[in-house]
Structures are given as structure tokens and as C-alpha cells.
């Protein structure tokens, strides 16, 4: 017993475990905070029956340029002529021509006006000479510039003379700053040549040789047709108006005379007046303007001459001596001798 005894008091000392030693670093236990669950899309299937349309993104339309078909290059590019100068009736003439009334088409329009056609065989140059403003209600179809087509028709020339738009009895239409004017006398043009030597009015024409006679707003358009029809052979401008639209407007703003208004920007101005266009011009001009024009500045025409032959055209300028807008007495006679002279050498 006392040998069992001893034997289990050796067994309990012996499975003791002994006691550890304090650990000289101290550990931290950090225990992990567990992350938020994320918030999962949704994921979406498309129907294969879903239609999508995209629209694309479109750049803004320009706006039209109100003003195109007036420019100068606008006008140039169009086809003119067609239709015939119709037989209205005699007219009374002084002798040494005959004076007919005659009527065309232009634009949808019956424009009217006379021509003097020579006595003898002819062929004879052409002259188309336009008027320049009267008040409309005072007009007659042999009006003012009669004397002058009539002189010149004495000269052997075939003057034809039409009524501009708002005279009588051509009718009132639209006609901004002359260019409806403009295009009839395209048309008017136009037709001569096509017509010139054959049956009717216009058999003694002379399709190869014509010249422009203008007075006032008239030489105005003469300006502009010289720089559009290269073909024609000269051009005389008598106490014209300016050859830029907006020193007309400015000018006329009060009474109207000579234009009709446009309310345009000076850009647009600028492509319909002829001021900027004149190096186009190839034919020969002639100048005459009095010093006393209390209508139209004799410096507008001074001005262009000088821009002309700096140009390095054929121009001849004369101012007539305290003469106002329609000469009057001898310096008349003068001019109507000058002009004849002017259109022998050019046409003849």
C-alpha cells in the first residue's frame, strides 16, 4: 500500500504541465470588421421586340439670303428674251422717220413703248434709250426724252424707246431700285437681237450694233445692263444717278425720286450696285452732266469718271456749264450733237 501510494503521487507530479512564461510583446488581436454588403445593379435583358431609335443631332438651316436674284452676278447668270415686240399702232412723227407704239412681254408684264425707225433700207444701228423719273400721272409715252430719240433718228439711227416700269401704260410693278427696269430691258435687248432683220417691226434693226442712251435714274440702269451684257457696244449716261445704291437711297429718301426704296443691309446693297462691278465694263461711255443739276450732283458723275479712267475704260466726260438736270437752249443742242457723235464712233 505504501509502495502503491508512492507510485501514484509520482504519476500526479509528473502530467503537471508547468505554468508559461509572460510574453515580453504584447500582441493586439484585431478582429476584422466584416464590409457592407454592396448594393448589386439590376441586370436588364432587353426585349428583343424593343425598337430603338436614335435621333441625331442636326445642324441649323441657313437662312435664304432674301436679296439673291437682285445681285448684279444674279442677274447676269439669268436667260433673257423670248416672245416678239408687237405692232401697236402708228404713231406721229415729224418727218424723215416713222414712229410706231409697240408692246412685249416681260416677266408676265405687257411693257409698251415707241420706236423711230429711219426712212431708207436700213439695216441701222440700235439705239434703246430709257427715260428717267417724271412724276408717273404727268407721263406720256412721247414724253421729254422724244426730242432726243427723234434727233437721233435722224442721225440714221433705229431709236427704240420704252415706257419703264409705272408708266403708262405700262404697268406698276415691283421695282426695287430700277432692277425690274433692268430685267425688262434685258428682255427688250434680248428680243432685238433675236428678231433684228427679219419680218415686222424690227427688220431694219441691226443686231450686231447696239447702244444705250440713258437720263437720270434711265443712265442709272444703262450702269448696270453695260456691266451684265458685255455685247452691247456703248453706253451714254446722261445726268445719271450714283453708281452705288445706297448713296441713291440716302440720297432720295425724302421724295422717292428716281428709286424705289429697299430696305437692305449694305452688304446686300453692295452685290446689286454697280459701283462694285465696274472693272466688268468693256464698252465705251460718255458723261454729261450740268453744273447747276439740282437733282442729281454733277459730282456723282464727276466721281465716276475719275474711277473709270483710273480703271483704265474708255470714258469721255463733259459738264455743261449752268445747265440743269434736262439741259435747255443751245447747250441741248450741244449735247444731242455730242451724243450724235459719241454713237457714230461706237456704232458706225
Not at 500500500?1 to 500582441?27: N, T
Not at 403708262?168 to 432692277?179: F, K, M, T, Y
Request: glycine fraction near 8%.
Amino acid at each position: 500500500m505504501a509502495v502503491l501510494a508512492y507510485l501514484l503521487a509520482g504519476c500526479a507530479a509528473a502530467v503537471q504541465s508547468p505554468e508559461l512564461p509572460s510574453p515580453s510583446v504584447k500582441i493586439d488581436i484585431i478582429t476584422p470588421t466584416a464590409s457592407a454588403t454592396p448594393t448589386l445593379q439590376p441586370t436588364i435583358t432587353p426585349s428583343p421586340n424593343l425598337l430603338v431609335t436614335l435621333t441625331p443631332t442636326l445642324s441649323p438651316t441657313p437662312t435664304p439670303d432674301p436679296f439673291l436674284e437682285l445681285y448684279i452676278d444674279s442677274l447676269a447668270a439669268r436667260t433673257y428674251g423670248g416672245g416678239v415686240l408687237q405692232d401697236v399702232g402708228n404713231l406721229a412723227s415729224p418727218g424723215g422717220f416713222s414712229r410706231k407704239l409697240f408692246k412685249y412681254r416681260s416677266e408676265g408684264l405687257d411693257m409698251y413703248g415707241f420706236l423711230n425707225i429711219p426712212d431708207g433700207d436700213g439695216p441701222f444701228p440700235v439705239i434703246i434709250m430709257l427715260h428717267g423719273y417724271v412724276e408717273p400721272a404727268q407721263y406720256k409715252t412721247v414724253a421729254y426724252s422724244a426730242r432726243y430719240a427723234d434727233a437721233l433718228a435722224e442721225f440714221g439711227y433705229f431709236v427704240i424707246h420704252p415706257n419703264l416700269r409705272r408708266y403708262a401704260p405700262s404697268p406698276d410693278a415691283p421695282n426695287q431700285l430700277g432692277l425690274g427696269d433692268t430685267i425688262d430691258t434685258l428682255n427688250l435687248v434680248s428680243l432685238v437681237r433675236q428678231q433684228a432683220g427679219s419680218e415686222g417691226m424690227l427688220k431694219k434693226a441691226d443686231a450686231s450694233r447696239i447702244g444705250l442712251w440713258g437720263h437720270s435714274m434711265g443712265a442709272g440702269i444703262v450702269l448696270r445692263l453695260l456691266i451684265i451684257d458685255p455685247e452691247l457696244q456703248g453706253g451714254l449716261l446722261y445726268a445719271s444717278i450714283h453708281a452705288d445704291e445706297s448713296v441713291n437711297l440716302e440720297h432720295f429718301k425724302d421724295d422717292g425720286r428716281g428709286t424705289s426704296k429697299l430696305d437692305a443691309p449694305f452688304s446686300a446693297l453692295r452685290l446689286i450696285s454697280p459701283a462694285s462691278f465696274l472693272e466688268k465694263i468693256s464698252a465705251p461711255l460718255s458723261i454729261h452732266h450740268g453744273d447747276a443739276d439740282t437733282v442729281v450732283p454733277v459730282e456723282w458723275s464727276n466721281q465716276l469718271c475719275e474711277k473709270l479712267i483710273d480703271l483704265g475704260k474708255e470714258v469721255e466726260c463733259a459738264v455743261y456749264s449752268g445747265q440743269p438736270h434736262t439741259f435747255q437752249n443751245s447747250a441741248d443742242v450741244q449735247f444731242i450733237e455730242n451724243s450724235a457723235i459719241f454713237f457714230r464712233r461706237v456704232l458706225k
